[in-house]
């Protein structure tokens, strides 16, 4: 993992890693090895998503310094295109 990786990077080389470990096809040595990058990947993606959070609830803090904190807006897209299951 490199130091200066962004959080989109390490998600796109997660994603390759599951790719790779989900064919199969690799020896036990480099699914060890890739299973070992993977855990980094995600620990480093977790620690930047606890970042974000920290800084949107700082955000959130009205003028008086009070913690407020709303749910985000939520919309769902438009599946009305979709067949009802």
């Known amino acids: 993992m490199k130091k200066s990786q962004t959080f989109e990077e390490a998600?796109?080389?997660?994603?390759?890693i599951v790719g790779e470990l989900e064919k199969?096809?690799?020896?036990?040595?480099?699914?060890?090895s890739l299973f070992e990058e993977g855990v980094k990947l995600s620990r480093f993606c977790r620690e930047k998503?606890?970042?974000?959070?920290?800084?949107?609830?700082?955000?959130?803090?009205?003028?008086g310094g009070i913690?407020?904190?709303?749910?985000?807006?939520f919309q769902p897209e438009d599946n009305s295109n979709q067949e009802d299951l």
């Open 11 to 16: 998600i796109k080389r997660l994603e390759e």
């Open 49 to 63: 998503l606890d970042e974000a959070e920290k800084r949107i609830d700082i955000l959130l803090k009205d003028e």
């Open 67 to 73: 913690f407020r904190r709303e749910p985000f807006p």
């Open 24 to 32: 199969g096809e690799v020896p036990l040595d480099k699914t060890l």
